[in-house]
């Protein structure tokens, strides 16, 4: 028997150093980094929850903020159920960035992705982003919205676990149930909206 | 162990609940980090994998592969490590049944984010990096070979897989002193480093790539070299694009060209510095597409190329053409010429003239022009042109020349542009040179001997050859020495291709029409008015040391001992200004412009090639008779009528215009005349310039029969033909062309029906 129900395929993309891998570490790992180097390429977590007495597994790619490595990050935005779009509440350049990050994920991801705006580092007295303009931003563009502090801790686990429930209810109303028909990560390819959900048993 | 494997062998069944078993046991130990149960599980899955048959493995590999993809999923390194190894060994296993519902994309994934580890310790870093291009080495042989498996060429892999292998490839630096300083043993080092190891990996992928998937390969690598701006300076660009090439099946070479092409063109709103680079790369991999390019794939990479050229051209605003290059747009062009050679360099012949005549058909044609970027693109043509036939070793002259190419080429030798003109002269050099002559002839000169000469005997194709086109050429040669803006360089180009057209093409049949050739310019240094008093002398230079080359390529004794004779006596009388070098004299060091016996007289020239045994009876009248006779056909034709326009008191059918002093002092075109005209007097510039504007006018206003009519009602007259001459030569050649190519009647008629007037 696999260990979990669900598998949750989740991006983050975000300008360099908003505070990508930090959130991840939090929510993985359960610590703040000290001193997090920047990020080369693309970084993997894994972590397994529990929504509703039912297993959930999230695959987290954490990508570099660099310009640089755009080419090998935008590459992994396809095969993602969620996508968690960041900026720094403290630096106005990073928010006005979204755009171009919406305009990438238009061009590369699955269209049904689903979006969340994340501004992080909330714990931060330097606030240059009201809450206010990020909600809005956010209902503009049909997007999921939260603040957290990776530092703190503010709103990580919920973040996570918001994306998670609502990817399942996702799943379950395009009538994925536990029931459904055996499927293995590795032979999901004949219908990937459906089966790419999940990975039942 | 054995037991296990024994009873799986035995009982092949059950080998599929086997591998579910370890897959339970080793999740669980994963989870309670008990790794050394992990390894025992792996090593067991390892050893069935090998140990059983291929048809009874499909289900159990289902479970090895989620075993693999679990350890995979853990933050532990060697967890990490092991899983790769496992893998590796499992993607060198051969299975016979189609494994279609397999699917790779977790596993490429995870290998390409590896290959980007950031570990803190460097040798852990290293040996992740290491393990990522492995499996993805491992994912790639997996899936190659079997088509129903994933389809690895999909850009969501290749994208991933490529800058992954690149990355590896360029960081390959640093690591090495990493791992030369962390004592990393031999665990690491065992075979390679992780930058050989990316790049055989690269050398595999793009070995295996089809035609269709040569584009998914190249396509990630110019993304990630544009993201990682590794154009300039383009060291790392051009080793892969070498990487590529000398890896991928030779006959998809050229796509990776082409690709490269269009990457060129998508990044025409780039820096100069950039396309000069990507062109730079492109020039030092497109020699290797070359040996295996056929047809319109030649010249749809030449035509790529000069449309680049033709856009850079056209990229800034005309005004600023030529005043500030420094750009870098100059270099950007100059690499793309260099590339079209590089790749014509390794072409057979026969596409090296199938390119040649392209290139001519996108040369622009005009005869002058107001816009500078049309010169611009005709200048780039040109040089492009003469990159090619750099490249190009002729061996019989008529297949270098096909027609229409030569008809082409001799058009574009009488443009208006000066530089323009000398850039094919350098082209005709190029072509015409077969035995290394060029650069002992690149200026005109009298001292030389035969042994300086590289000779061979010219052969009978070649003898056809000239015999066709020596009108074509000769005229085209002639009239673009009448351009009054032809520097040094252009007159010194003129003499190497008189002298390679001697050295390759004259034999005793042909000689004949060339030293009317010579006798003509002469004449034309004598008798124009427009040219510059230098550019006369530089003629003289010219008339004087090609005829002398003449006698001495065609041995022909009489008349070299004549032409030495001139030049001893042009050296006696000091006329150091009729004699090489061209660039030097400037000053008339002797008594008079032209003192009697230095100019080559018809006469003494008639005996010299009597005796040298040039048949010269067979020509109708003599020697000089149709010296004209190459210009017929063009807007020159018409001098011959005026010649005889009056004059009756002159019946010297022999005389040349250095001979005219005797007969007509009081002309106003007597030698007296032309001398003050060389000398640029003014005031006599004017009285012949409305004499000339009457005589133009009359010309332009009567018909051709009227004109007929007079000439053969008229006798030899030397002086009116050098004052027409001299008005044809102040009429723009454009207006020539218009005003008498449509009254002209073809050669035969001509000759037929007023041989005499062709006798002055
Ligand atoms: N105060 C505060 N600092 C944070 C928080 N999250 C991240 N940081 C800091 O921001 C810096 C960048 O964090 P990273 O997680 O490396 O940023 P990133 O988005 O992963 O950056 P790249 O990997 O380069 O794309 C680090 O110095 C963190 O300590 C936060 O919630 N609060
Ligand atoms: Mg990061």
Known sequence: M??????FKVVLVGNAGVGKTCLVRRFTQGMFPPGQGATIGVDFMIKTIEIDNEKVKLQIWDTAGQERFRSITQSYYRSAHALILIYDITSQPTFDCLNDWLREIDEYANNR??????GNKIDKEDREIPSHVGQDFAQRHDMRYLETSAKQADNVEKLFVQIASELMEQAKSKGISSDSPQSLPFNTRTSKSINDYCCNR | MEKLTFYALSSPEKLDRIGEYLFQKASRDISRKRNEFVMIAMEAMDQLLVACHAQTLNLFVESYLRIVQKLLESSEPSLQILATQSFVRFSNIEEDTPSYHRRYDFFVSKFSSMCHNNNPNLVTMEMIRMAGIKGIQGVIRKTVSDDLVENIWEPVHMDKIVPSLLFNMHTMKSKTDIVVESGISEEVNDKTDSFSLAESC???LIGRASFGHVKSVIRPVLKHLDAHHMWVPNVFATQCFRI??????????????????THLDENSNASPKIRTSIADVLSKIIAIAANESVGPTVLEIINSLLTNLRTSVTRRPPSNIGLSESD????YREALIHAL????????????????????????QFKSSNNPNDLHVQRMCLKSLLMVSTKYSSVQMNATFPQSFLDLLLKTLTASEDEIRFIVLRILHTLLDRHNNASKLSKATVNISKSDINLEKCSRSDTIFIRKHAQDIYVSIYESLEMTNNTVDNIEAVYTTLALICIELLSEETVLDFIRLILSIQELAITNAVLSTQQKFQLHGLVISIILLVAIVTDLHPLKDYVEKVIEQRKLLNATHLLPELSVHNEVKSASLLPAGVLIEEPELTEALKASGIDITTETGPVLAHRRSWVENTNMSMKGSFTDLSNLDLDSVNSTPAMQRRFSPNEDLSFEAMKRSLLDNPAVRVEQNTRQTQLCDMFRNTSFQDLVAISTASKDEESLHSKITDVFNKVDVSNKLSAVETSQQPKPIYETLFPELFAF
């Open chain 2, 202 to 204: 690269l050398r595999e």
């Open chain 1, 113 to 118: 992705v689903l979006r969340v705006l994340v």
């Open chain 2, 244 to 261: 590529l090439m000398f890896s991928i099946q030779s006959q998809y070479s050229y796509a990776v060209v082409e690709t490269l092409m």
């Open chain 2, 328 to 331: 870098g747009e100059n270099e």
């Open chain 2, 341 to 364: 050679g590089e790749f014509a360099a390794h072409l057979p012949d026969y596409q090296k003239i199938e390119i040649m005549m392209f290139i001519m058909s996108k040369v622009p």
């Open chain 1, 2 to 7: 696999e260990d979990y129900k669900f598998l």
